[in-house]
């Protein structure tokens, strides 16, 4: 009986630490995750502002012109603001496509990760 009891011990001993070290390593790819989408948000943000500084420049040339000029330089802002929405926006689909890619080529840590957020905004409404 107490071999049992043992052995059914260690069974449960060496599954908690398999879970630990599964959450572990989704944790890991998670902070590497994480890091990723940091970067290429920055970028996004780099080539957001690199559009607007050139469209401010290029505003601030054509201000002395005369109202046709001035048209002119509005639409050019306007095709300008337009290249910076589809640049954002390839960048931000391309982060969703490498998150999904990596869910689906690492599932169960995505679950582990998922799971372990459920119950940490658990613990937090709980004590709200």
């Known amino acids: ?3 049992m009891k043992n052995n059914l011990k260690g069974g449960i001993d060496n599954a908690a630490d398999r879970a630990k070290s599964g959450v572990d390593t989704a944790a890991d790819r998670a902070k590497d995750a994480t890091d990723a989408s940091k970067g290429t948000l920055h970028n996004v943000a780099e080539r957001v502002s690199e559009f607007a ?3 401010a420049d290029k505003a601030r040339d054509w201000a002395g012109d005369a109202y046709d000029a001035a048209k002119g330089a509005g639409q050019r802002v ?3 603001a337009g290249d910076a929405y589809e640049a954002t926006a390839d960048t931000v689909g391309d982060f969703g496509r490498e998150l999904t890619s990596m869910i689906r080529r690492h599932p169960i840590p995505a679950i582990l990760i998922g799971f372990g957020v459920g119950m940490l905004f ?3 409404a709980r004590m709200v």
Do not use: E, P, T
């Open 1 to 3: 009986m107490a071999d």
């Open 53 to 55: 500084g050139n469209a």
């Open 78 to 80: 306007q095709r300008w």
């Open 122 to 124: 658990g613990r937090v």
